[in-house]
C-alpha cells in the first residue's frame, strides 16, 4: 500500500469562563460604611467595562478597608471580587489564596455558593479536574437549595459542571450539564443573553469533540452574535468565541476564515488582558496549528515556543495546556524528521496528560496515536502497534466506533500491520475504519498524526 499524504491534526486550546458573581452589589445595610459600598461599586462597574486592572485596585482597596471592620461578610465579600480579578488577569496563586481565605470566613449560603463556583473554575484551569468536580457539585448543591432549580446561577453552575465532565472524557454528563443549563436560560422570563452565550460557546466544544461539526458551527456562530451584540467587538469574550469558531473552520480546512478570525483575535486579547496572558499563549498556539496545517512551519514554531514559556510561566512544568503545545512542537520536529526530539517531546506530553486527564482519556489515545507514529518511524514496530491498540482501546470507550480521530488511528495502524506483512489483519482494520468514514462522510488518510486538545472557556 503506497504512503498517502499526511492530514494533520494538531492540538488546540480551550479556555474557561471565570466571571460570574452570582452575589448582588453592596447595599448600605450590607456594608454599614458608605466608604467601602463605593469602591466595590467601583470596582464592579470598571469590572463591566474591561478595565480589570482599574477594578481590582478598587477591590484591594475596598478589601484594606474592610480589615478593619468587624463585619466578615465585608471582607469574604472583598476577597471574592479581588479574586475574580486576579483570576481574570492571570495571577491565579493569587486568586486561590483569596478564594481560600473568603471561604475560611464562613460567608452567607450566596456568596459561598459564587465563591466555590468560581474556585471549581481556577481548580479546572490549573488542570486541578477532581477538586474542581467536589468544588462545582457543592456549589450547584447552594445554588438549587438558594434559588430553586430554575435560577441563572444554577444554569452558571451547570456549565463550570459540565466543563470538568469534558475535560475528564465524561461526554454524556457533560452533555447533560449544558443541556439543563441551555433550557435554564431560555426558558427564563427575562433572558440573559450572555448567559445563553457563554453555554452555547461551551455546548460547542463539546459538539466539536465529538465530531458534530455541524451542530458545533450552530452553537458557536450563535453564541459570537450574541456576544457582539452584548459586549461590542473586542471584548475577551468575543475573542474566545472567533478563536472557537476559527479552530472549527480549520480541521474542516477552510482555512482563510480560520485565519481571519485567529488573527483578529489575538490584538484583542492582548489589548484587553495582557501580552503574558494565558490566553493569548491558547490563541496563538491555535493561530501555529492554523499554519502548520498550512505548511507554514517557520512562522508556527515562534508562536508555539511562546505559548510555552507563558503556559510554564503561569502554570509550572507539568500543566495540562503544556501538553498540547509539546505535541505541537513534536510534529514540526517530525516534519524535520528529528525523530528523536519528536519521542521526547511527546513522552513529556503524554506523561504530563496521563497525570491530569487519567490514563483514558481520549487525549491520551491522541498522544499515544502520535508516539506510535513516531515509534513506525524508527522501525520500533512493536512499540508503536502497542501504542496503536492502546489508543484504539480508549477511544472506542471514550467516545464510541465512530468518532473521525479514530479513523486515522485505524487507519496507520492497518499501514503498520502492512509493512510488518500482516496484510489480512491490515484490511480488517481498513474495514473498520471504512465504516467511521461512511457515517462521517469523510476521507481519512493515514499517516496522520492526530491530535485532540484543550479548550478552557473564557
Keep these: 500500500m503506497a504512503p498517502q499524504v499526511a492530514k494533520r491534526k494538531w492540538s488546540v486550546g480551550l479556555?474557561?469562563?471565570?466571571?460570574?458573581?452570582?452575589?448582588?452589589?453592596?447595599?448600605?445595610?450590607?456594608?454599614?460604611?458608605?466608604?467601602?459600598?463605593?469602591?466595590?461599586?467601583?470596582?464592579q462597574q470598571l469590572e463591566a467595562q474591561g478595565r480589570y486592572a482599574e477594578a481590582a485596585s478598587s477591590f484591594q482597596s475596598a478589601l484594606d478597608l474592610a480589615g478593619a471592620s468587624p463585619e466578615p461578610s465585608r471582607m469574604a465579600q472583598s476577597m471574592y471580587q479581588l479574586a475574580l480579578m486576579k483570576q481574570v488577569l492571570g495571577d491565579y496563586s493569587a486568586a486561590g489564596a483569596l478564594y481560600e481565605k473568603a471561604i475560611g470566613l464562613h460567608p452567607a449560603p450566596r456568596l459561598l455558593g459564587a465563591i466555590l463556583l468560581?474556585?471549581?473554575?481556577?481548580?479546572?484551569?490549573?488542570?486541578?479536574?477532581?477538586?474542581?468536580?467536589?468544588?462545582?457539585?457543592?456549589?450547584?448543591?447552594?445554588?438549587?437549595?438558594?434559588?430553586?432549580?430554575?435560577?441563572?446561577?444554577?444554569?452558571?453552575?451547570?456549565?463550570?459542571?459540565?466543563?470538568?465532565?469534558?475535560?475528564?472524557?465524561?461526554?454524556?454528563?457533560?452533555?447533560?450539564?449544558?443541556?439543563?443549563?441551555?433550557?435554564?436560560?431560555?426558558?427564563?422570563?427575562?433572558?440573559?443573553?450572555?448567559g445563553v452565550a457563554a453555554t452555547l460557546n461551551d455546548l460547542g466544544f463539546l459538539q466539536y469533540s465529538v465530531g458534530h461539526y455541524a451542530e458545533a458551527e450552530a452553537s458557536y456562530r450563535r453564541a459570537l452574535a450574541l456576544r457582539r451584540a452584548a459586549l461590542g467587538a473586542s471584548d475577551p469574550d468575543v475573542a474566545d468565541s472567533m478563536l472557537r469558531l476559527g479552530e472549527l473552520y480549520r480541521v474542516?480546512?477552510?482555512?482563510?476564515?480560520?485565519?481571519?478570525?485567529?488573527?483578529?483575535?489575538?490584538?484583542?486579547?492582548?489589548?484587553?488582558?495582557?501580552?503574558?496572558?494565558?490566553?493569548?499563549?491558547?490563541?496563538?498556539?491555535?493561530?501555529?496549528?492554523?499554519?502548520?496545517?498550512?505548511?507554514?512551519?517557520?512562522?508556527?514554531?515562534?508562536?508555539?515556543?511562546?505559548?510555552?514559556?507563558?503556559?510554564?510561566?503561569?502554570f509550572g512544568p507539568d500543566h495540562y495546556q503544556l501538553a498540547g503545545v509539546l505535541s505541537n512542537l513534536a510534529l514540526i520536529e517530525s516534519e524535520k524528521h528529528a525523530y528523536q526530539k519528536a519521542e521526547a517531546a511527546y513522552s513529556r506530553a503524554l506523561a504530563i496528560e496521563e497525570k491530569t486527564m487519567g490514563p483514558e482519556?481520549?487525549?491520551?489515545?491522541?498522544?499515544?496515536?502520535?508516539?506510535?507514529?513516531?515509534?513506525?518511524?524508527?522501525?520500533?514496530?512493536?512499540?508503536?502497534?502497542?501504542a496503536y491498540l492502546r489508543a484504539i482501546g480508549i477511544w472506542e470507550q471514550s467516545v464510541g466506533k465512530a468518532h473521525p480521530d479514530l479513523a486515522g488511528c485505524l487507519l496507520n495502524y492497518a499501514e503498520l500491520l502492512r509493512k510488518v506483512h500482516r496484510k489480512k489483519e491490515a484490511a480488517e482494520v481498513e474495514a473498520r475504519a471504512k465504516q467511521v468514514e461512511v457515517a462521517h462522510g469523510k476521507n481519512y488518510s493515514a499517516t496522520a498524526l492526530v491530535d485532540w486538545h484543550e479548550l478552557q472557556r473564557h
Design 15 to 43: 479556555t474557561l469562563g471565570i466571571l460570574t458573581c452570582c452575589v448582588s452589589a453592596p447595599t448600605a445595610s450590607m456594608a454599614g460604611d458608605a466608604e467601602w459600598t463605593h469602591l466595590v461599586a467601583e470596582g
Design 118 to 194: 468560581n474556585h471549581a473554575r481556577l481548580d479546572g484551569i490549573e488542570g486541578k479536574f477532581e477538586e474542581a468536580a467536589v468544588l462545582a457539585n457543592k456549589s450547584l448543591e447552594i445554588h438549587r437549595s438558594e434559588f430553586g432549580p430554575n435560577h441563572p446561577s444554577v444554569a452558571d453552575t451547570l456549565d463550570a459542571v459540565g466543563w470538568i465532565q469534558l475535560r475528564q472524557g465524561h461526554y454524556r454528563e457533560s452533555e447533560s450539564a449544558y443541556t439543563e443549563s441551555l433550557a435554564i436560560r431560555e426558558q427564563a422570563k427575562t433572558r440573559d443573553q450572555l
Design 252 to 314: 474542516q480546512h477552510q482555512f482563510s476564515k480560520a485565519e481571519q478570525l485567529m488573527q483578529g483575535a489575538i490584538p484583542m486579547l492582548q489589548s484587553a488582558l495582557r501580552p503574558e496572558h494565558p490566553r493569548v499563549a491558547n490563541a496563538s498556539n491555535n493561530l501555529g496549528v492554523l499554519y502548520c496545517d498550512e505548511g507554514r512551519f517557520k512562522e508556527a514554531k515562534p508562536l508555539f515556543d511562546r505559548a510555552l514559556e507563558i503556559y510554564e510561566k503561569a
Design 361 to 386: 482519556h481520549p487525549e491520551v489515545a491522541a498522544m499515544l496515536n502520535n508516539l506510535a507514529q513516531i515509534y513506525r518511524f524508527e522501525e520500533r514496530y512493536a512499540d508503536a502497534e502497542k
